[in-house]
C-alpha cells in the first residue's frame, strides 16, 4: 500500500456566515473557543479556488485549546437567506460533532444562553464486534443552519484540547459527518486504498435513541463508517435503509457561497498525486493545484475537489 496522501484526519470544517457576531458568542464566548486567525482572501483567489464570482471573503479560524487540527473556518459570505437546518437523512453535509464533559450542563447552560436543541439529549448504542459501545448525544441547532452533535461518550477517545487543558468542557472537533447516496464509492474514496484514512468500524444497525436524536422513523437501519488519520477529527459516512427520506441539500453547500456546514478542509503530503488519486477514485477536480491566498493558506498550493457523492473538499499541501 501506498503512503497515505493525508496529512492527519480533518484539519477543519467550513462554515459559512453572515452574523459573524452570533458565530463568535457561540464558540468562542459559550464553548470557549479562541480566535487562531482573520483575515480576507481577495476575490480573484476565492473565485479561482472555488468558483468564479466569490467575491472577498473575510476568514475567521477558530480553535479550541490551541489544537492545530479539528478547527472551524469561518467564512463570511454574501448576505442571504438562512437555509433549514440539515436533517440525518438529508443527502449532503449534515453536522460538525465535538465532544462534552457533561451534555445535561451542555444542554441547561446553552439553552439558558438562548441557544435551541433540536431534542433532548439520547443515548444510543453501536455494535462493535461481540459489544455495544454506548454514545449519549444533543443535536443543537447553531446559527445560520449549522448542526452541532455534542457527545458525550462513554470511553472519550483522546484529543488535543483535552490533553492540553484536561478541566476544558468542549474538544476540538472529534469528526464530522455526510449523508450520501453511494457509500461505498464514499468509503473507498477516503480509506486505507483510496486517501489513506483508516477504517474504524463499519456497521448497520437501528436503536430507539437514534430515532429519537435524529428524528427518524422508528426501527430506521443506518450503516456508518467511521474512517480516522493520527489527529482528532474523524470523518462519519453514513446512508440510510430507507432512502425515501430526507433532501438533498448538496446544491446549497458549497465551499465560500453558502451557510452553514459547506465542506472540509485536509492538509496532504502531494497535492499532484492527491488529485490524480481523487480522479482514480471517482472524484472530481474543480480547481487546482494553484498557489494559495496568504490568509488561511500561507500561500500553500491548494485544490478544490468534489468526492465521488458530490461533496466539497479543499486540499492544501504542506510539509509534515
Given at each position: 500500500?501506498?503512503?497515505p ?11 459559512g ?48 485549546a ?44 446553552l ?7 433540536r ?13 455495544l ?9 447553531a ?6 452533535v455534542?457527545?458525550?461518550?462513554a ?8 490533553d ?20 461505498e ?19 448497520s444497525?437501528?436503536?430507539?435513541g ?24 474523524r ?32 492538509k ?51 510539509s509534515?
Open positions: 500500500m501506498s503512503e496522501c493525508l496529512v492527519g484526519g480533518v484539519d477543519a470544517a467550513f462554515l456566515v453572515n452574523d459573524l457576531d452570533a458565530q463568535l458568542e457561540l464558540y468562542v464566548g459559550q464553548l470557549g473557543w479562541e480566535v487562531a486567525e482573520q483575515g480576507v482572501i481577495p476575490a480573484a483567489e476565492a473565485s479561482a479556488l472555488w468558483g468564479d464570482g466569490i467575491g472577498d471573503l473575510p476568514v475567521t479560524v477558530l480553535t479550541a490551541g489544537s492545530p487540527h479539528g478547527r472551524l473556518i469561518l467564512l463570511q459570505v454574501p448576505t442571504q437567506e438562512v437555509p433549514e437546518h440539515p436533517l440525518q437523512a438529508d443527502t449532503g453535509l449534515v453536522a460538525i460533532n465535538m465532544y462534552t464533559r457533561d451534555i445535561e450542563v451542555s444542554h441547561t447552560t439553552a439558558d444562553a438562548g441557544q435551541r436543541w431534542t433532548p439529549p439520547a443515548t444510543w448504542a453501536v455494535p462493535l464486534g461481540e459489544k459501545v454506548s454514545v449519549t448525544q444533543g443535536f443543537l441547532l446559527p445560520e443552519a449549522t448542526d452541532i455534542f457527545v458525550q461518550p470511553e472519550a477517545r483522546g484529543t488535543a484540547a483535552w492540553a487543558e484536561p478541566d476544558r468542557h468542549y474538544t476540538e472537533l472529534t469528526s464530522v459527518v455526510c449523508h450520501v447516496p453511494d457509500f464509492a464514499e468509503t473507498a474514496f477516503w480509506g486505507a486504498e483510496g486517501l489513506g484514512l483508516q477504517s474504524w468500524y463499519d456497521v444497525f437501528t436503536h430507539p437514534l430515532d429519537e436524536m435524529a428524528l427518524l422513523p422508528a426501527g430506521s437501519v443506518m450503516r456508518l463508517s467511521f474512517l480516522a488519520g493520527p489527529t482528532t477529527a470523518l462519519e459516512v453514513t446512508r440510510l435503509e430507507n432512502r425515501t427520506l430526507g433532501t438533498d441539500r448538496r446544491d446549497q453547500q458549497r465551499t465560500g457561497r453558502h451557510l452553514g456546514h459547506t465542506g472540509w478542509l485536509f496532504v503530503r502531494d497535492l499532484s498525486e492527491t488529485l490524480f488519486r481523487t480522479e482514480q477514485l471517482g472524484g472530481t477536480v474543480r480547481s487546482g493545484p494553484r498557489a494559495g491566498a496568504p490568509a488561511l493558506f500561507a500561500g500553500c498550493p491548494v485544490a478544490f475537489v468534489e468526492t465521488p457523492n458530490g461533496l466539497p473538499v479543499t486540499f492544501v499541501e504542506v509534515d
